[in-house]
Structure formats: structure tokens, C-alpha cells
């Protein structure tokens, strides 16, 4: 199965708890930290609920 690569590159500071634990489900909690995770419709909603603070690359 496909994989995707994400990068945190907006802090989680001053905002929404949920938010704070879908990156944490991301696998993300610090700067510029990259997460590998499976291709999944749940990964890209989760995605799609921080991407202003997440990035996805290649």
C-alpha cells in the first residue's frame, strides 16, 4: 500500500485541543518533525483537519 510522507510546519501552540491530538494521532508534535503513515481516507481527513500546519512531500 501507498505511504505519505507529512512534516509539521506550524506550531499547535494557541490552538483547539482536537486539533493538538489529530497531529498527535499524525504522529507529529514537534517542529518540523516527519511522520510516514499508510494512504488512508482516515490519514487524509485527519490531514485535511491541520493542513494548515502540516505539508505533505514526496
Known sequence: MATIK??????????????????IGLGLNKMHRVSEL??????????????HMVEVQD
Do not use: C, F, N, Y
Not at 507529512?6 to 497531529?23: C, F, H, M, V, Y
Not at 499508510?38 to 493542513?51: F, Y
Open 6 to 23: 507529512i512534516k509539521q510546519t506550524g506550531s499547535p501552540i494557541r490552538r483547539t485541543s482536537d486539533q493538538r491530538a489529530t497531529l
Open 38 to 51: 499508510q494512504d488512508t481516507p482516515e490519514v487524509r481527513g485527519m490531514i485535511r483537519k491541520v493542513q
